[in-house]
Every structure is written in structure tokens, then in C-alpha cells.
């Protein structure tokens, strides 16, 4: 994560997939929070999806996604994005705020571990259920095969 | 950076049928309302271009307004390799944009000019497609030789150049149908 601009994509990617009560909850414990203005929405469009064949294949549309989209200013100047997925607004919204604070110096690390990497422990734990869960009605090909022959 | 329209779909709509009045009575002012402009730019400009200017239509920006470029950019999303419409602070070279042609007349530039006033300075007899009567126009911050110019850009039609004039919150509109004559 030496790379600034990773290090953000890391951030909005976990802020864009947490679910809103729990931001909120989460940032409530951050107060004082600044005031900010919006710049831009929140507003709902769609954005078409794509994707590549087996990873590596050439690019095709997959098909449109149901995407809001928030930018806010703080007042002290910073600016915060956020793109979620869905039609909810006020998760957008909180989204950008947390975005444009954690551009704030002082204010990062403290973000960094009460917000995004709580919420990104309990993404990757429910990955890893889904997965668990997938896992197990995994068939092995593989077996059969060898069994005929 | 600060906001867009307060309202966006009901000050761009107003917006928009405030710029097809100008356009179908040339010289007619109207106001815009809505928007707080980046500085250089004035409030009906700025409106002008959130209404009017999006990702597939290029825009080219005065460098004496390079200051709201980033507010443009962010609103608009507008690429800049090319003149769809022109931002301008003072007027371009007309010859330097694209005048459309005999068969797509429509992909010629339209000009966003900001002016010092609408209703002060230098009177223009305006004659043309919406006009009963020739209707007189004063504008501040046109160049003095500014008839000749519109002369020779009105002689294209249906080619030519299409202009918004903007001063404060107001603008009113040229478009190529009409001849422009000093009073």
C-alpha cells in the first residue's frame, strides 16, 4: 500500500460494499464530525458491467448495474467520492464523507482502525462463508474422470 | 469546487428553455437561476454549460478562464479535444472554429461568451428568423468591429457559428440566422 493511489482505491473499495447502518454506526463513534456540502448527487444511473471470458478472454458487457454516486466537500476543503452499489442514497453519502476524511492526516489512522478495517474484516469473513459454503457442493471432475479410466 | 445546479433536473430545464428563447428571439434577455459560478465564469454561463455541455460534446475553454476548469470538468465530464461549444471570456477567432457543413450544418461550434453587460453600451439592430420588427440589443464587452465579424459569419448560413451571450445571471442568444447591424 506504498502507492497513494492504491491505498485510496483500497478504502473506497471497503466503504462502497459496507452496509449503511453499520458506517454509520461506525462513524458516529468519530465525531466530531466536520460539516460538508454536496457537491454532487447522491445520485442513482447505471453502469454496464464487464467482464472477460475465464479472466483473460476478450471483453464483453455483462450487463447494466444499478450504481449511486456521491462526491462532498468538507469544510475544510476536502473532497470525497463514493460509488456504491444500489439505490441508497444516504450510503453514498456516507461513503464520500468518509472517503474526503480519511484524506485528512490527522484523522486517517484513527479511521483506518475503527472503521475501514473492521468493516473490511467482516467483508472478507463473509467471503470466506460464501466460499465456505459454495465449497461444499463442489463437485470433482477430476474424480470421475479418473475412476473411468 | 462548489455545487452544480441546487436543483438539477428543474434548473436545467429552466436553463434549457431559457437558452431555446434567446435562440428563437434573438436579442430577448433571460435570467438563469440556480447555480453559483466558478470564479472567472458568470452565473448564466456556468448554467449554460451544466445545461448544455456533457461527456459527448467537446468543449473548448478560454485560457483566461483556466481557473474553472476544474469545476467544468468535474461537472461536465466534457473532453476537450475539439469545439462542440466555446467558453470564451472575450471573443475567439470565429475562422478558428468549426462553422459545420452544407450537409451536417449542426456540427458547427456554439460560443459561450461571458460580457460585461446586457444592457448598457454599444446598441446592435438585430434582423432575422424570429423577429417581427428589428429589435435593438445593447451589449458591453463585444470587440468594436464586432457587425463586421457577425456579418461575415451570418453570409455562411446554414453554416456558422451560434452565439450565448452571458453577463451576470442573464444571457441572450445569437444564433447564425440572424444579421447584426450597428445602430
Redesign the interface.
Known amino acids: 500500500m506504498d502507492n497513494p493511489r492504491s491505498a485510496r482505491q483500497r478504502w473506497m473499495s471497503v466503504l462502497a460494499r459496507a452496509e449503511t447502518d453499520r458506517l454509520r454506526a461506525l462513524l458516529e463513534d468519530q465525531a466530531p464530525l466536520p460539516e460538508y456540502?454536496?457537491?454532487?448527487g447522491p445520485?442513482a444511473g447505471l453502469v454496464m458491467v464487464r467482464g472477460r471470458a475465464g479472466g483473460g478472454g476478450a471483453a464483453f458487457n455483462l450487463g447494466e448495474m444499478t450504481v449511486t454516486r456521491c462526491?462532498v466537500?468538507t469544510e475544510t476543503g476536502l473532497?470525497g467520492h463514493a460509488y456504491v452499489q444500489g439505490r441508497d442514497e444516504k450510503r453514498a453519502e456516507l461513503a464520500a464523507l468518509t472517503d474526503a476524511l480519511m484524506l485528512d492526516p490527522g484523522r486517517t489512522d484513527a479511521l483506518e482502525r475503527q472503521v475501514i478495517t473492521p468493516l473490511e474484516c467482516q467483508q472478507e469473513q463473509r467471503k470466506e462463508e460464501r466460499a465456505a459454503k459454495a465449497a461444499a457442493t463442489r463437485v470433482q471432475f477430476l474424480a470421475m474422470q479418473t475412476m473411468r479410466t | 469546487m462548489t455545487p452544480g445546479f441546487a436543483d438539477p433536473v428543474a434548473d436545467a430545464q429552466s436553463c434549457f428553455r431559457a437558452v431555446l428563447e434567446a435562440m428563437s428571439r434573438p436579442g430577448r434577455v433571460q435570467s438563469v437561476r440556480g447555480v453559483t459560478a466558478p470564479a472567472p465564469l458568470c452565473d448564466a454561463a456556468a448554467a449554460v454549460l451544466l445545461t448544455l455541455v456533457d461527456h459527448e460534446t467537446p468543449l473548448w475553454l478560454d485560457p483566461a478562464a483556466e481557473a474553472a476548469r476544474p469545476w467544468i470538468a468535474f461537472h461536465t465530464g466534457a473532453p476537450t479535444d475539439g469545439a462542440s461549444f466555446a467558453m470564451a471570456l472575450s471573443l475567439p477567432d470565429l475562422d478558428t472554429l468549426p462553422t459545420g457543413t452544407d450537409e451536417m450544418p449542426e456540427t458547427s461550434a456554439t460560443v459561450i461568451l461571458q460580457v460585461t453587460s446586457l444592457t448598457t453600451g454599444p446598441a446592435y439592430i438585430l434582423d432575422g428568423p424570429g423577429l417581427r420588427e428589428p429589435a435593438t440589443l445593447h451589449v458591453t464587452g463585444l470587440p468594436g468591429d464586432f457587425a463586421s465579424i457577425w456579418q461575415r459569419n451570418h453570409a455562411l448560413f446554414p453554416r456558422g457559428i451560434d452565439l450565448i451571450l452571458c453577463a451576470g445571471n442573464t444571457l441572450t442568444a445569437l444564433p447564425r440566422s440572424v444579421s447584426v447591424k450597428e445602430a
Open positions: 456540502t454536496v457537491l454532487r445520485e462526491t466537500r473532497i
